[in-house]
């Protein structure tokens, strides 16, 4: 029996539904047994991508470790054993639809986008035509449209609502009402208003279950369309003929999939992936046998024809619905492996599935509507919530939300994801490719979204936020072995992180304040003296560094600093993120020798290159990072091949020529820790030249990291050194985080402009040990909850060089700093 209280009263309304009681299996086995690597992950985007069961890849590689399959257009034993196995996989996909071999065919695709794809340029469009769809349908539903358009076809997107009792009585139709949107045409060949002909077909689309809200569409739709059984508002009459439909079930069956022998919709597409994990990469089309011969084919290949004549035009197709719609060799092992995943969601039964996901999701919801900043305000607005448009009060296992701030303003969805990622918690956030709902939801206007576009808005971008509307949401979504832990932690995340917010209050009231006492002087009054205590250089950027007691400046930070990074071979910048064995390659300069010296274990031999370019420096290519533009020399074979060993990885060794840039900084004097050094001559830095970290401010970190340990009584305690944040510059002395108040320094006769401070990313959870790389959510995940602010995680501050270097002027260990706010 649980002890926590939380989870006694969620279990007391959903434990009839919640964990599948009864079952041979119930969650907490299938979690322990099946799904190990979870671990301490939080997975919440089951509407991207089912997770596969450990158990069922044990029964996929057993069975192809112990079976032999072959091309199943040849004929031999074993390409016969795998047109079994594929025949069966089609009824098993019949009978997951409720669907009669006698009414319907399964053909095979690469995945539900392109079973659309293939329906919508084999569709028998004419002029005559019209494509109407729900606004709430995927871009993969959406491109059907192209295909109408382009045959002289009208689309149409509509809302789906509810008509009232008095209107049904009165007009004698159902409870549809259809509103449309504006009709789509391309040139003038439409003939909408002409008499319909024999020959004239319409299709409409809708999904059994919205990727965006989780809000679920009744099925009787189907019904409604074929039997033109609604009504419909506006001055928009939809053209007769023969209306077929067709369902886009990839998220809906994940839980619920479309009974087809209840409503015989004409097509309908999924993707197996999203119902159990793995296979990916293959879907299927399930289409009615009455209108096969309706779709119009116009490319043939291996296996679809019956025969063919290579040199006139003639080709004569094979009978089989299956065999006419696929091309070329079908992915025959991935069909073998449906079954191991079909008999899982057997074993559980779908109804169940359903229940157990739908509850978490129910509760999670609830919860979140429930919020409430201290002032009273709700902290989140959840979408799809009290919406009759579809015609159903069912919402399937997704959560779609937005944030607020206590005034009113919206928390960006990428700072929500960002942070979400450090607790180890995997949602998704954005449009999820479905701008209609997203649209609509969001209350966001044609002139909102043009706006949006031309102010740079793409997907998967980070502009969450644009004129003060969110530009898409969080989505939290349930699959059949969530848990209740996952619900729960995901909630105590959003409440300490976004609800209950006076740490990132103080930290904003420290950004803007002046000290109420001299800055020489600390908290207690005693004088307060600054002194830098290491300098550190990184000739490539993503490597490792070497300490030096003193070292020259010049006009881009530090003498060679980031002066050199490795690129792939497709011209992507290489860092300790994407090749963590980067961390492994030592660096260090003679300036007497003038050479770079650098070694990876790797590697036997030491790389010598020398900072005067000479012939191992090719022609020079252009380089774009960080949004600075570089002309960069290109390093030669030999030196490309080292460090291709080194990563494991081919690359290229660049070097930067530290073009001078002239874009304008955004610095906002009001909180100095928005701003980047976009005015001055940059090596390949992210941001400015140069990166200080306060040793006072690092102790602190390390004094919250232990008692935070100490609270939760799991794992030990590991420093955390100030190298782990790569600065250039270590500082001594003062209290911590008194540089977060520092408008510029003086070290030595030489200035330094503050820009603010350094947005931290998960780099520095990383750390290298006995030749390997571990990654882990700390510090980071305890700097964000007391350094964070617009989504960004501050730690150190960033500084620029603002005297003119004309001769040698050095920075030297022990050297005093004096600080000023003004």
């Known amino acids: 029996m649980t002890t926590d209280p939380e989870k006694e009263r969620f279990l007391k309304e959903f434990g009839g539904d919640y964990g599948y009681p009864g079952a041979p299996k119930n969650i907490d086995d299938l979690r322990a047994n099946e799904f190990k690597r979870l671990n301490e992950v939080v997975y919440l985007d089951h509407a991207g991508a089912a997770l596969y069961s450990e158990l069922q890849m044990e029964a996929v590689f057993k069975d192809f470790n112990s079976t032999l399959y072959g091309n199943p257009h040849s004929q031999n034993n074993c390409s016969l054993t795998t047109g079994d196995i594929v025949g069966e996989a089609r009824r098993q996909v019949l009978d997951f639809f409720n669907a009669s071999p006698g009414e319907y065919k399964c053909v095979f695709t690469s995945g539900a986008t392109a079973a659309l794809k293939l329906v919508g340029e084999t569709f028998p469009w004419s002029n005559r035509s019209t494509f109407m769809y729900t606004m709430e349908n995927h871009n993969s539903v959406l491109g059907i449209r192209e295909y109408a358009l382009r045959e002289g076809a009208a689309a149409i997107a509509v809302d789906i609502e509810a008509n009232s009792v008095h209107n049904q009585r009165f007009s004698g139709k159902s409870a549809v009402n259809i509103r449309p949107h504006h009709v789509q045409i391309r040139g003038e060949t439409w003939c909408g208003k002409e008499e319909f002909t024999s020959n004239t077909y319409n299709l409409f689309a809708f999904p059994s279950e919205c990727n965006f809200s989780g809000q679920r569409f009744k099925l009787d739709l189907v019904n409604d369309i074929k039997e033109d059984s609604y009504e419909i508002s506006g001055t928009f009459t939809p053209q007769r003929g023969h209306w077929m439909v067709l369902i886009d079930a990839a998220k809906g069956s994940a839980t619920i999939p479309p009974d087809l022998s209840k409503y015989k919709a004409d097509f309908v597409v999924c993707s197996f992936y999203k119902l159990f994990g793995y296979p990916t990469g293959i879907g299927a089309l399930i289409i009615r046998n009455e209108h096969a011969n309706l779709l119009k084919k116009t490319y043939f290949s291996g296996g679809t024809v019956a025969a063919s004549i290579a040199d006139i035009d003639f080709y004569k197709r094979r009978d089989g619905i299956e065999e006419y719609l696929e091309d070329g060799t079908i992915s025959f092992l991935s069909i073998a492996s449906l079954r191991h995943g079909f008999k899982i969601l057997n074993d559980l039964t779908m109804s169940a599935i359903s229940r157990h996901s739908v509850s978490l999701a129910t509760y999670v919801r609830r919860s979140l509507v429930d919020m409430r900043h201290v002032n009273g305000k709700s902290a989140c607005v959840v979408y799809g919530l009290n919406c009759q448009e579809l015609l159903s009060s069912e919402m399937g296992p997704t959560v779609s939300f937005n944030l607020k701030r206590p005034d009113g303003s919206w928390f960006g969805y990428r700072e929500v994801e960002k ?59 349930f699959g059949y072995m969530s848990t209740f832990e996952d619900a729960r932690k995901f909630l105590k995340f959003i409440e300490s992180t976004f609800v209950s917010l006076p740490v990132q209050s103080a930290y904003l009231d420290l950004m803007r304040q002046r000290p109420s006492q001299p800055l020489s002087e600390d908290a207690s009054g005693v004088t307060a003296r600054y002194f830098l205590k290491s300098i550190m250089v990184y000739p490539i950027k993503s490597c490792a560094g070497f300490n030096v007691e003193s070292w020259p400046l010049s006009s881009t930070g530090l003498l060679h600093d980031r002066e050199w990074l490795l690129k792939s071979l497709s011209g992507e910048i290489l860092t300790q993120k994407k090749v963590p064995h980067m961390c492994y390659i030592t660096t260090s300069v003679d300036l007497k020798l003038g050479v770079l010296f650098v070694e990876s274990p790797r590697c036997n031999e030491k790389l010598q290159i020398k900072l005067i370019s000479d012939s191992s420096v090719a022609e020079g290519e252009q380089i774009k990072t960080y949004y600075q533009r570089y002309e960069i020399p290109v390093c030669k074979n030999d030196i490309d091949v080292w460090f291709s060993s080194a990563i494991g990885l081919p690359c290229t060794l660049v070097r930067s020529s530290a073009s001078e840039n002239h874009l304008c900084s955004n610095r906002n004097d009001t909180i100095p820790q928005m701003c980047r050094d976009l005015q001055t001559k940059l090596n390949f830095v992210n941001e400015g030249q140069f990166l200080l970290i306060s040793e006072a401010s690092v102790i602190d970190l390390n004094s919250r990291l232990k008692s935070k340990l100490q609270n939760s009584s799991r794992g030990q305690f590991v420093e955390v050194s100030t190298s782990r944040f790569r600065p250039n510059l270590v500082v001594s002395g003062g209290e911590p985080y008194a540089e977060d108040r520092w408008r510029s320094i003086k070290i030595g006769d030489k200035n330094f402009a503050s820009l603010g401070g350094c947005n931290r990313c998960q780099m520095i959870n990383m750390t290298a040990k006995g030749g390997t790389v571990h990654r882990s959510n700390e510090p980071l995940a305890t700097i964000a909850s007391y350094r964070r602010l617009k989504g960004k995680i501050y730690f150190g501050i960033l500084l620029r060089l603002d005297d003119n270097i004309e001769q040698d002027v050095y920075l030297c260990v022990g050297q005093e700093i004096f600080a000023n706010t003004d």
């Open 419 to 477: 942070l979400a990622s450090v607790s180890s918690i995997q949602l998704r956030t954005g449009c999820f490719c479905n701008p209609g709902a997203c649209a609509k939801h969001l209350g966001l206007s044609h002139s909102d979204l043009l706006s949006n576009a031309e102010a740079g808005h793409i997907c998967w971008d980070d502009h969450d936020v644009l004129n003060g509307k969110p530009t898409g949401s969080v989505r939290v979504s």
